[in-house]
């Protein structure tokens, strides 16, 4: 997935990060070279990005992205509390 395009140079405000990010960083700037799990969401509105990560992807990395999505924020504090719990054995 090296290959430039000419939305590589694109900047908005990463959600995540809370800076402004190119989309060449939100396709290759994840810690293993993988595209953010957030690319469709925050790109959509710019140009057609499902079907360029389609075109630059394998059908089965574009599959796993077009898969992944985050936990609601809700239930990733439950867990945390629920971990933090079981730690120091309260009910």
């Not at 995540?16 to 925050?42: E, H």
């Not at 990005?49 to 796993?64: H, I, S």
């Amino acid at each position: 997935m090296n290959r430039q395009t000419e939305q590589d140079p694109l900047e908005r405000r990463c959600p995540r990060l809370g800076g402004p990010v190119t989309f060449a960083y939100c396709r290759c700037g994840d810690i293993d070279g993988q595209p953010c799990f957030k690319i469709f969401d925050c790109w959509w509105e710019r140009f057609d990005v499902v079907a360029l990560m389609r075109e630059l992807l394998p059908p089965d990395a574009f599959a796993r992205l077009s898969q992944s999505r985050p936990a609601p924020k809700i239930a990733s504090l439950l867990d945390v509390i629920a971990q933090a719990k079981a730690r120091t054995g309260q009910p």
